[in-house]
């Protein structure tokens, strides 16, 4: 199931993250985890799995390694089948079927209990806009200091206790009118439009479709909550990278201030200078902490990265695509759509036609070895005065489509691997590819 290969990768990836985070903390940065964890969430929300077969093929070449093919798994195997005919044939085991409609039956209720909390954290944007000169002079300033030219809209709220930031396209930072002094909005507002600079809270909508793909996966809602965290950490540490320990004290009492302990519901679709008392615990500290790495601990941390990516990457080569088999004989389909736990859909006639060249022929034993037929027949034991030890397999001719694609025609057959003799049996069955990776 392709979710799941998906929910590995993705798990996978993000443990390797915080054991790096938690063993490496004097060497790592905060910024180090946020953005790994954001490259992290590609393989949480994109089906790379789906388009592994070029990626293993390769790494498989790379390695040396031949690519083996388990022919007796065919009987039990998902796949996609045309028949001589012309006739389409689905064939899934039965538990591939249920687990899809217990996923989407959870996608469904989650998917309903965050637009209901959508619609109540957008109704922020009906606040009017802030009108005191002074907040909007220090905004203007600030806006400067980070480098946004973008308009961002700096709406007011009283009710809100907290400087928060909200919107993809068009950006939203809401602020308490009152309240706070000069060097308290000035703080505030470069905090927010940091996570504005950064698309934060793309980023934060991101994670929550992380969280409704894989909401059965325990790991994901952790996932969502180490971003929240260290995407303020990461916040922190660039606005206080040149603040003395006393301005950075202050900076430290504000975000107490700041402090929420109605939960994250409310706040889970923008970023916020606030947060859980627990989560302003670590951002204190960490701020404090805080300082400039050096090249080697940024060199460090960078092949640590590539090596966590890379290492996460070859998951998704766990993942087995649905094979598509053509132009077998229909009995070959009763018979596998007859076995005990499938489900299977047999369509009308279909019509397809492309381009195909021979391309090369191999014979592929039953233990998953290949062999070169040219290699045996021309460098083996003259066939006359040969005592034969045959393998039995398949011999397979490999053709290529005009469109990119490959197809493979298999034969039943049993070859001498001393002289290379062939004895050809009865065709077997097609196996096609939209993309050759041969």
């Known amino acids: 199931m392709l979710i799941l290969a998906m929910s590995l990768s993705g798990s996978l990836i993000f443990f390797a993250i915080v054991l790096c985070a938690v063993l490496g903390k004097r060497v790592i940065s905060p910024g180090w985890v946020y953005s790994m964890l954001r490259l992290d969430l590609l393989f949480f929300c994109l089906p790379f799995p789906k388009y592994n077969s070029g990626y293993k093929y390769g790494l498989l070449r790379i390695l040396g390694i031949r690519q083996q093919w388990d022919m007796n798994d065919i009987a039990t195997m998902n796949f996609i089948g045309i028949e001589e005919g012309g006739r389409l044939h689905i064939n899934f ?91 308290e909005i000035y703080y505030s507002l470069k905090h927010e439009l940091i996570h504005v600079k950064r698309a934060d809270v793309a980023w934060r909508y991101l994670s929550l479709l992380a969280v409704l793909l894989h909401w059965f996966n325990p790991l994901v809602y952790l996932f969502f909550y180490a971003m929240s965290v260290y995407c303020e950490q990461s916040c922190d540490a660039i606005l206080v990278q040149d603040l003395d320990k006393a301005a950075r004290k202050r900076y430290g009492e504000l975000i107490i201030n700041m402090a929420q302990d109605d939960g994250e519901g409310r706040w889970k679709y923008r970023t916020y200078l606030g947060g859980s008392k627990k989560m302003i615990k670590w951002r204190l500290i960490k701020m404090m902490e805080s300082r400039k790495r050096n090249r ?103 053709y290529k489509y005009s469109s990119g694609g490959c197809k493979i025609d298999y034969y039943s057959a049993d070859v001498c691997e001393r002289c290379g003799e062939v004895i050809m049996k009865d065709y077997s069955h097609t196996v096609t590819s939209t993309k050759c990776t041969h």
């Open 296 to 398: 080697l601990e940024r060199m460090v941390s960078l092949l640590l990265g590539v090596a966590i990516l890379f290492g996460g990457s070859l998951s998704v080569c766990a993942y087995e695509n649905p094979q598509v088999i053509r132009d077998a004989d229909a009995v070959m389909f009763e018979a596998l759509q007859d076995e005990k736990g499938t489900w299977g859909v047999t369509t009308e006639e279909i019509q397809f036609s492309e381009e195909e060249v021979l391309d090369f022929v191999e014979f592929l034993g039953d233990d998953g070895i290949s062999y070169n037929l040219s290699e045996l027949q021309n460098g083996g034991t003259e066939r006359a005065g040969c005592i034969h030890s045959y393998v039995k397999g398949y011999v397979t001719y490999h």
């Open 93 to 183: 085991q039965t538990y591939i079927i249920a687990m899809w409609f217990v996923w989407v039956c959870g996608l469904l209720l989650a998917g309903a209990k965050n637009l209901w909390k959508y619609r109540e954290a957008k109704a922020a944007v009906e606040n009017p806009q802030v009108s005191q000169s002074n907040y909007l002079e220090i905004f203007e300033r600030v806006k400067r200091e980070v480098g946004i030219k973008k308009r961002i809209v700096l709406l007011c709220a009283d009710e809100v206790e907290t400087v928060c930031t909200m919107g993809v396209f068009r950006k939203y930072v809401i602020i308490p009118e009152r309240g706070l002094t000069e060097e």
